[in-house]
């Protein structure tokens, strides 16, 4: 079956910092998105990408769908202490007109220190 | 609020006991998705809805679950005869179709003692 391989599983940043995080597929997707969750929340989307090559940003956040169609990147810049959390990588294959579930990666759990 | 809402958002019950579910999506989807999510890992897909009915089930949902969504609004997910490896949260979505971009509530967690 599809999975997702994504690293780091936690980061320690400071704040202020760059935080990057990917996620790599054993298969294509042609959908890729971010979700954040905060503890005891249910996952909120973040960016959704549709489009090999694409780079979408939301505010400080920035996230590129790979040119293989099988891995993702997400940037986040000038990190705030509202940025903890646990990100998750999902992606979709849309084939013959029907959508497949999302699978998720297993998350990376982001630390902002003051 | 017009979000996904879930309830209970906790549960605590013994094993061996039933548990229900309740999930009201975003009124203009028609895709309603269950999710389970245990600790340290991201959701594993369960089962999604269109409407009222149900297209695809997880090997994950064992035959003591049940999904319904009998008029393609609510739905619930019963857990029959609960077990330890139960526990999890279990999270409801929903979307329009053909689109990954999914809304979540958040979460009914449920611990099996």
Redesign the interface.
């Known amino acids: 079956g599809q999975q997702?391989n994504?690293s780091p599983q936690s980061m320690f940043i400071q704040e202020g910092e760059d935080v990057s995080m990917n996620c790599t597929s054993s298969s294509i997707f042609n959908?890729w998105?971010w979700?954040k969750q905060d503890p005891?929340?249910?996952?909120?989307?973040l960016i959704?990408l549709y489009k090999a090559g694409e780079l979408t940003s939301n505010g400080r956040l920035t996230a590129q769908f790979g040119i293989t169609r099988k891995d993702s990147f997400l940037n986040i810049s000038a990190s705030i202490p509202s940025d903890v959390g646990i990100y998750?990588c999902?992606?979709?294959l849309?084939s013959s007109?029907?959508?497949r579930?999302?699978?998720?990666?297993?998350?990376t759990q982001l630390t902002v220190l003051p | 609020d017009t979000g996904v809402s879930q309830n209970p958002r906790h549960k605590i019950t013994k094993r061996g006991q039933n548990v229900t579910f309740r999930c009201d999506p975003i009124s203009e989807h028609n895709r309603l998705y269950w999710y389970r999510q245990t600790l340290g890992q991201g959701p594993e897909f369960l089962t999604y809805f269109q409407n009222e009915a149900q297209l695809e089930k997880s090997r994950l949902l064992s035959d003591r679950f049940s999904a319904e969504r009998p008029k393609g609004s609510f739905s619930t997910l019963e857990i029959q005869r609960t077990e330890q490896g139960d526990s999890a949260m279990y999270l409801c979505a929903s979307s329009w179709p053909n689109t990954g971009e999914l809304f979540f509530g958040e979460g009914s967690r449920l611990t099996v003692l």
Not at chain 1, 40 to 45: F, I
């Open positions: 997702l994504q959908t998105l979700y005891g929340e249910g996952p909120v989307l959704a998750f999902a992606g979709q849309i007109g029907s959508a579930q999302l699978t998720f990666g297993s998350g």
